[in-house]
């Protein structure tokens, strides 16, 4: 039976996932040392057992070496393979070096996991200028995709939806979560001038009156294109849009911007979020189950 360990923050994730996929929930101890230092311990024994460490990567600087120190203890106390369910996987963005001297992240955290774990599980990655993880990590990575859920909370939840993708190259993506929803769906045209700056153009919407539009996103960072594309969708006599994305990140007060201009706004759980609605436990449970290891 496979050994679920959930990172602090992590826990309620975790007890999902460990009864969808039918394994046990461990428990993992940390704090700090008076000098800053971390401490780990496993309280549960993962000795011969393929132990999954859980830990959504949204704040990674925050618990990268308690990772890291869990993935070798499992190790070193005799897992027989130890992986990475990171519901979202950060340090993504950065897969370019667009200014002279700059670290291309992405690239160097795979190499920093790929080193430390067999597997990694994530869910809709940002992946722009990679076909797929395979390009950037050197250990065999899933990625799954949440279009399903989001559809469906669309065809369930919405009377009437328009599904809006935030840019054009969510078009496939979104056509995904309309082909789900049972929806017909279009782009929006987006700059990005900056970390909290874009500017968004708005398509002919004329034969799409009285859709109700569903703004959705994989990443809602700083909260701008839904908010920008929220209030354009107001002012040309739209009621007010729900949101409904992947990753609800949200920094500073991004969340309540949105939620003053939008309708519902909703989230998987792959970040904890007031916001959180569809859980992807069973999608991850799935996964593990297809990938099963020999019989120990």
């Known amino acids: 039976m496979r050994l679920i360990l959930p990172l602090p923050g992590n826990e309620a994730f975790a007890s999902q996932l460990a009864r969808a996929v039918g394994g046990d929930l461990g428990e993992l101890e940390t704090r700090r040392f008076p000098d800053g230092e971390h401490y780990v311990r496993l309280r549960s024994d993962p000795a011969g057992r393929t132990v999954d460490l859980v830990c959504t990567l949204a704040r990674i600087d925050e618990v990268f070496l308690s990772l890291i120190f869990a993935a070798d203890a499992a190790r070193g106390l005799g897992a027989r393979e130890v992986n990475l369910i990171a519901p979202y996987l950060g340090y993504m963005r950065q897969d370019s070096r667009f200014q002279p001297g700059e670290a291309v992240t992405s690239t160097s955290i795979a190499r920093l996991l790929s080193g430390s774990f067999d597997r990694l599980v994530t869910v809709d990655p940002h992946l722009h200028r990679y076909a797929s993880l395979n390009e950037v990590y050197a250990i065999p990575s899933l990625a799954l995709h949440a279009a399903p859920l989001l559809g469906r909370w669309i065809r369930e939840s919405v009377t009437d939806p328009l599904v809006i993708g935030p840019d054009a190259e969510s078009e496939q993506w979104a ?29 002919d919407l004329s034969r799409h009156r009285g859709r109700q539009p569903v703004l959705i996103d994989d990443i809602a960072s ?6 920008a594309a929220a209030q354009q969708l107001v002012a040309v006599g739209f009621p007010a849009p729900d949101c409904a994305v992947v990753h609800a990140i949200f920094g500073g007060d991004a969340f309540a911007q ?10 998987t759980d792959s970040v904890a979020h007031p916001s959180n609605a569809l859980p992807l ?3 991850i449970a799935q996964a593990l189950a297809a990938a099963q290891p020999a019989p120990e």
């Open 258 to 267: 949105v939620s003053a201009v939008a309708g519902r706004v909703v989230s």
């Open 222 to 227: 700083s909260g701008h294109t839904l908010l």
């Open 281 to 283: 436990a069973p999608l």
């Open 175 to 203: 056509a995904a979560v309309a082909a789900a929803a049972g929806a017909p769906h279009l782009v929006l045209s987006k700059t990005r001038l900056g970390d909290h700056d874009v500017r968004i153009t708005l398509p």
